[in-house]
């Protein structure tokens, strides 16, 4: 009755049932090369590490599915199911104005993640989903917490080159909404504290995607 819906690098993810409900199951996969008592505690916290940071980042007025049940030693983490389309899908359709509205939820939500100590360490357009008029942010499996501007500075650094790369046509418009909405909840001040960052990694040419 389980159902496979996507095999990634770190994870397997499932379409399940958590009683009535429609619900994902997430498990981290072992990795054949790390000795196994080490890749265990290694599964085990970082499973542990993300189903806390998703109740974490709700707390601070992100949206987060619910998390139903985790199971440390199997590494998995059971939540709900959040039906509808990823971000990704939506900023390749026509039309300018919900796309031009959900970048500037993905700066306020952004923001209101860093004012709350975390960073997602992996802020792609896959990683939103809008389920029932709202947005989610999903896939906590990098996220850390940090109140290190350097860090907020490469989440900001890594959806801004998602949305160069994958929403090229729709940059110019997108771009300035998500810095708007960062704004909104960050200030002026920490907004260009932040962006300083973000020009710093361009000139630099390069920047660390930290595990
Ligand atoms: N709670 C959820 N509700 C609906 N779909 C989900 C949920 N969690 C994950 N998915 C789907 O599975 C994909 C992969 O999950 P994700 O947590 O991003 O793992 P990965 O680390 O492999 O990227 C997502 O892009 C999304 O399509
Ligand atoms: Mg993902």
Redesign the pocket.
């Known amino acids: 009755m389980e159902k496979l819906i996507r095999k990634?690098a770190e994870a397997s993810i499932y379409l399940s049932k958590w009683f009535e409900f429609s619900a994902i199951r997430k498990e981290r996969l072992p990795k054949p090369y790390r000795q196994k008592s080490l890749d265990d505690a290694i599964r085990t916290q970082r499973t542990l590490r993300e189903a806390l940071l998703i109740a974490k980042a709700r707390e601070a007025g992100v949206p987060t599915p619910l998390i139903y049940f985790v199971d440390p030693k199997k590494a998995e983490i059971i939540m709900q199911n959040l039906e509808g389309k990823r971000l990704k899908e939506i900023f390749l359709e026509d039309g300018i104005a919900l796309k031009k509205k959900l970048a500037k939820d993905v700066g306020m939500m952004v923001a209101k993640l860093h004012s709350a100590g975390i960073v997602h360490g992996?802020l792609?357009t896959?990683?939103f989903i809008f389920n029932n008029n709202k947005l989610f942010l999903?896939?906590f499996?990098l996220a850390s917490q940090s109140t290190k501007q350097e860090d907020m500075g490469v989440d900001l650094k890594l959806i801004k080159e998602v949305l160069n790369s994958a929403h090229h046509n729709n940059f110019q418009k997108l771009y300035p909404q998500i810095v708007a909405g960062y704004e909104e909840v960050a200030g002026k001040k920490r907004t260009r504290k932040i962006l300083e960052v973000v020009s710093e990694i361009e000139r630099r040419g390069r920047y660390a995607r930290v595990e």
């Open positions: 990634g992996d792609t896959s990683n999903i896939d499996g």
